[in-house]
Nanobody, 123 residues
């Protein structure tokens, strides 16, 4: 069992940066693939970024490549999402997720989810 708690969301202006954190409790965080997803009302949850257990592999949504960076500190049971040059259309609730297995962009591959943190980007 893994419990995930996101933090770092807030209200920023277009072009600003924000760093999200996701703290995990429970066993063997270092065994889990971690992902970030986001969702706006009325839309499906969409993939943002993922990182393998040993940080060797990362995946990004095409629209965030070069602006967002996912990283993790296994010693701190924490995964991060550094977001730069934010756009208003990226306003959403951002969720972190944990799963065992291959690094994936697909939400069903993740077994545990946090409650989410709101990111609002004003124009």
């Amino acid at each position: 069992q893994v419990q995930l708690t996101e933090s770092g969301g807030g209200l920023v202006q277009a072009g600003d940066s924000l760093r999200l954190s996701c703290a995990a409790s429970g066993r063997a965080f270092s065994n889990y693939v971690m992902g970030w997803f986001r969702q706006t009302p009325g839309k499906e949850r969409e993939f943002v970024a993922a990182i393998s257990a040993n940080s060797a592999v990362t995946y990004y949504r095409g629209s965030v490549k070069g602006r967002f960076t996912i990283s993790r500190e296994n010693a701190k049971n924490t995964v991060y999402l550094q977001m730069t040059r934010l756009k208003p259309e990226e306003s959403a609730v951002y969720y972190c997720a944990a799963g065992l297995g291959v690094t994936s962009t697909a939400a069903p591959q993740y077994d545990y989810w946090g409650q989410g943190t709101q990111v609002t980007v004003s124009s």
